[in-house]
C-alpha cells in the first residue's frame, strides 16, 4: 500500500496584495506561442478529449438547469475495494460458534450496547460521531464498485463490455447538478491506483462529469515550460513579452475570440489551487504520522486538502481488491494474515480525518462514507479466509452535520442476512443527494433524449439521519 459548474459570468483577476500583481487569463494569452497553445487546450481530466474550456462550458449549461446549492458541502467516500468483512470490522457475532464469530474479539465503544471488532479502538471510541449501517443490501452488487458507487442496483457489472447499463456515479451526478463547492477546482475528484477497478464514472452522462483523476490534476494544472507566474510580477515584463509576439496574436482569430469559458480554464490554471492542495509537505509532519504515511493515510489527507480547496466529491481507495481476504492462499491472504494488518490502518485514517475535520470547522460540511462492494461469508472456510457475501455488508458514515452516534439496522445471530431496517444502494444515493442540496427527485438526460431518474426504485434518504 505504501505510495504515494458552474461557469463564470465575469473574468477573474488574481492579485498578491497591494504591492504584486498577477496576470489575468486574457493578460498570458499573450505569453508565448506554446504557452497560449498549451493554455487553449488545458484539459482537466484528459478524458475524451475535452479541453478545459469545453467542460466547463457543459458543466456550466448544467449548473443552470440543476440549480446547485450555493453552500460549501463536500462528501468523501472511502472505498474499501475488495469487500470488507462486516464480521471482522463493525458487525461482530461474540456468541457466535468460532468458525463464524472468527479470530477476533470485539470491544465496547463510547455509545453504549454497540460493540466493534478489537483492532478498532479509535473508532470504537469516536462511535458517538460516527453512524454504523449493518442492514445495508448489496444483493445487486458484484466485485466491481458499480453498483454501490453508483448507488443504484440498476447499475451492475455485466461482462459484456456495456458495465453499468449507462448509469452514472453518485460523484458525477453531483459533478452535473451542483458543481464544485469552488469555480477554480473540479467537482469529482478520484484517487485511486487502480482506476478502472475502484472508481465508477459517469456513464451515459457524459464525459464532462467524469471524476477528475488525481494523480493527474497537480500536472494537469502546471503552468507550461517557460511560464512563471512569480516572473511575470509585472506589466512591463509582461508588455514586452506579449509585444514580442504581437503580429502572431493578432493574426490568430480564436485568441481575439476567447470565450469566458476558456478564460475560465486558463484562471483555474493560474490560480494555483490544485496544484497547492497537492503540497503535502506543506502539512504538519506530526499530521501526516497522524493519518499514516501509507497509501490509504495519504490519500485520505490529500482527500481532506482537495474539499477544503473546494472539491465537492472525492473518492479514495487504498488500494485495489486489498479487501478481499478468501484465504491464506491468495494474493490479500485471509483474515488473521490479511484483514488484521490492515485494520490498524483503516482505524487511524477515519480517526483522524474526523479529528482534523472538527479541528478546523469542516465536519459539519463534509460527509464521510466507508463502504466496499459487498461483506463476507459468516463461515471462515479452509484457507482462513471469507468468501465474497452480497446479501448484507456493513458501513460507516460521519460528519456531515448528521444524526450520529447510532447503529442502523441488524443482521441475524451469525451475519448471514438482514433481520432488521434493510438499507438499499438508492436509499444512499437519496441520502447523499439530500444532503447535498440536489433533488433526490431530479433527472438527467441520456444520448437518446430519454430522462433517467438520479435515484431509482423507490430510494429514500436514510430517515434515522437527518
Same mark, same amino acid.
Given at each position: 500500500?505504501?505510495?504515494?459548474?458552474?461557469?463564470?459570468?465575469?473574468?477573474?483577476?488574481?492579485?498578491?496584495?497591494?504591492?504584486?500583481?498577477?496576470?489575468?487569463?486574457?493578460?498570458?494569452?499573450?505569453?508565448?506561442?506554446?504557452?497560449?497553445?498549451?493554455?487553449?487546450?488545458?484539459?482537466?481530466?484528459?478524458?475524451?478529449?475535452?479541453?478545459?474550456?469545453?467542460?466547463?462550458?457543459?458543466?456550466?449549461?448544467?449548473?443552470?438547469?440543476?440549480?446547485?446549492?450555493?453552500?460549501?458541502?463536500?462528501?468523501?467516500?472511502?472505498?474499501?475495494?475488495?469487500?470488507?468483512?462486516?464480521?471482522?470490522?463493525?458487525?461482530?457475532?461474540?456468541?457466535?460458534?468460532?468458525?463464524?464469530?472468527?479470530?477476533?474479539?470485539?470491544?465496547?465503544?463510547?455509545?453504549?450496547?454497540?460493540?466493534?471488532?478489537?483492532?478498532?479502538?479509535?473508532?470504537?471510541?469516536?462511535?458517538?460521531?460516527?453512524?454504523?449501517?449493518?442492514?445495508?443490501?448489496?444483493?445487486?452488487?458484484?466485485?466491481?464498485?458499480?453498483?454501490?458507487?453508483?448507488?443504484?442496483?440498476?447499475?451492475?457489472?455485466?461482462?459484456?463490455?456495456?458495465?453499468?447499463?449507462?448509469?452514472?456515479?453518485?460523484?458525477?451526478?453531483?459533478?452535473?447538478?451542483?458543481?464544485?463547492?469552488?469555480?477554480?477546482?473540479?467537482?469529482?475528484?478520484?484517487?485511486?491506483?487502480?482506476?478502472?477497478?475502484?472508481?465508477?464514472?459517469?456513464?451515459?452522462?457524459?464525459?464532462?462529469?467524469?471524476?477528475?483523476?488525481?494523480?493527474?490534476?497537480?500536472?494537469? +494544472?502546471?503552468?507550461?515550460?517557460?511560464?512563471?507566474?512569480?516572473?511575470?510580477?509585472?506589466?512591463?515584463?509582461?508588455?514586452?513579452?506579449?509585444?514580442?509576439?504581437?503580429?502572431?496574436?493578432?493574426?490568430?482569430?480564436?485568441?481575439?475570440?476567447?470565450?469566458?469559458?476558456?478564460?475560465?480554464?486558463?484562471?483555474?490554471?493560474?490560480?494555483?489551487?490544485?496544484?497547492?492542495?497537492?503540497?503535502?509537505?506543506?502539512?504538519?509532519?506530526?499530521?501526516?504520522?497522524?493519518?499514516?504515511?501509507?497509501?490509504?493515510?495519504?490519500?485520505?489527507?490529500?482527500?481532506?486538502?482537495?474539499?477544503?480547496?473546494?472539491?465537492?466529491?472525492?473518492?479514495?481507495?487504498?488500494?485495489?481488491?486489498?479487501?478481499?481476504?478468501?484465504?491464506?492462499?491468495?494474493?490479500?491472504?485471509?483474515?488473521?494474515?490479511?484483514?488484521?494488518?490492515?485494520?490498524?490502518?483503516?482505524?487511524?485514517?477515519?480517526?483522524?480525518?474526523?479529528?482534523?475535520?472538527?479541528?478546523?470547522?469542516?465536519?459539519?460540511?463534509?460527509?464521510?462514507?466507508?463502504?466496499?462492494?459487498?461483506?463476507?461469508?459468516?463461515?471462515?472456510?479452509?484457507?482462513?479466509?471469507?468468501?465474497?457475501?452480497?446479501?448484507?455488508?456493513?458501513?460507516?458514515?460521519?460528519?456531515?452535520?448528521?444524526?450520529?452516534?447510532?447503529?442502523?439496522?441488524?443482521?441475524?445471530?451469525?451475519?448471514?442476512?438482514?433481520?432488521?431496517?434493510?438499507?438499499?444502494?438508492?436509499?444512499?444515493?437519496?441520502?447523499? +443527494?439530500?444532503?447535498?442540496?440536489?433533488?433526490?427527485?431530479?433527472?438527467?438526460?441520456?444520448?437518446?433524449?430519454?430522462?433517467?431518474?438520479?435515484?431509482?426504485?423507490?430510494?429514500?434518504?436514510?430517515?434515522?439521519?437527518?
Amino acid at each position: 500500500m505504501e505510495e504515494q459548474a458552474g461557469g463564470y459570468a465575469h473574468e477573474i483577476s488574481h492579485r498578491r496584495g497591494a504591492s504584486g500583481w498577477r496576470p489575468t487569463s486574457r493578460d498570458l494569452l499573450g505569453a508565448g506561442s506554446t504557452s497560449r497553445r498549451w493554455f487553449m487546450r488545458a484539459g482537466l481530466s484528459g478524458i475524451a478529449g475535452l479541453s478545459a474550456a469545453q467542460l466547463l462550458q457543459l458543466r456550466a449549461e448544467a449548473a443552470i438547469a440543476g440549480k446547485p446549492a450555493s453552500k460549501p458541502k463536500s462528501v468523501i467516500v472511502f472505498w474499501l475495494s475488495g469487500g470488507p468483512s462486516h464480521l471482522d470490522m463493525w458487525d461482530p457475532k461474540p456468541d457466535a460458534p468460532s468458525e463464524v464469530r472468527g479470530p477476533f474479539g470485539s470491544i465496547a465503544t463510547n455509545v453504549p450496547g454497540v460493540r466493534f471488532c478489537e483492532h478498532l479502538p479509535r473508532q470504537a471510541a469516536i462511535m458517538d460521531k460516527l453512524t454504523v449501517i449493518r442492514s445495508m443490501d448489496c444483493s445487486a452488487s458484484n466485485h466491481t464498485p458499480i453498483t454501490m458507487q453508483a448507488g443504484n442496483p440498476l447499475a451492475q457489472r455485466t461482462d459484456d463490455n456495456r458495465e453499468g447499463g449507462g448509469y452514472p456515479s453518485m460523484g458525477s451526478i453531483v459533478a452535473k447538478l451542483r458543481g464544485s463547492n469552488d469555480p477554480n477546482m473540479p467537482a469529482f475528484v478520484g484517487l485511486a491506483d487502480s482506476w478502472k477497478a475502484d472508481v465508477w464514472g459517469a456513464g451515459h452522462m457524459g464525459a464532462a462529469f467524469e471524476p477528475v483523476k488525481g494523480s493527474e490534476l497537480s500536472g494537469r +494544472f502546471e503552468l507550461p515550460k517557460g511560464v512563471n507566474l512569480d516572473r511575470l510580477s509585472s506589466r512591463e515584463a509582461l508588455r514586452k513579452q506579449f509585444d514580442q509576439l504581437r503580429a502572431d496574436v493578432d493574426s490568430n482569430a480564436a485568441i481575439e475570440h476567447v470565450d469566458r469559458y476558456t478564460r475560465q480554464a486558463i484562471d483555474m490554471v493560474c490560480s494555483g489551487q490544485a496544484q497547492r492542495a497537492f503540497q503535502l509537505d506543506k502539512e504538519d509532519p506530526k499530521l501526516r504520522d497522524a493519518y499514516g504515511r501509507d497509501s490509504l493515510g495519504t490519500k485520505a489527507l490529500l482527500a481532506r486538502r482537495l474539499v477544503e480547496a473546494g472539491v465537492s466529491y472525492v473518492m479514495v481507495s487504498g488500494a485495489w481488491g486489498y479487501f478481499d481476504h478468501h484465504g491464506d492462499n491468495v494474493v490479500w491472504k485471509g483474515i488473521e494474515k490479511g484483514l488484521k494488518p490492515l485494520l490498524p490502518r483503516v482505524d487511524q485514517t477515519l480517526a483522524t480525518l474526523v479529528a482534523d475535520l472538527e479541528g478546523r470547522g469542516l465536519l459539519e460540511s463534509t460527509l464521510i462514507v466507508m463502504m466496499g462492494e459487498f461483506g463476507r461469508s459468516p463461515v471462515i472456510n479452509r484457507e482462513a479466509g471469507r468468501e465474497h457475501w452480497t446479501h448484507v455488508m456493513s458501513m460507516v458514515l460521519a460528519g456531515g452535520g448528521l444524526r450520529h452516534g447510532q447503529v442502523i439496522g441488524a443482521t441475524d445471530s451469525k451475519g448471514y442476512g438482514i433481520n432488521q431496517r434493510k438499507v438499499t444502494p438508492q436509499d444512499l444515493a437519496a441520502t447523499l +443527494f439530500t444532503y447535498l442540496g440536489i433533488d433526490p427527485n431530479a433527472s438527467w438526460v441520456n444520448p437518446q433524449g430519454r430522462p433517467i431518474p438520479i435515484v431509482v426504485e423507490g430510494g429514500q434518504p436514510i430517515a434515522e439521519l437527518f
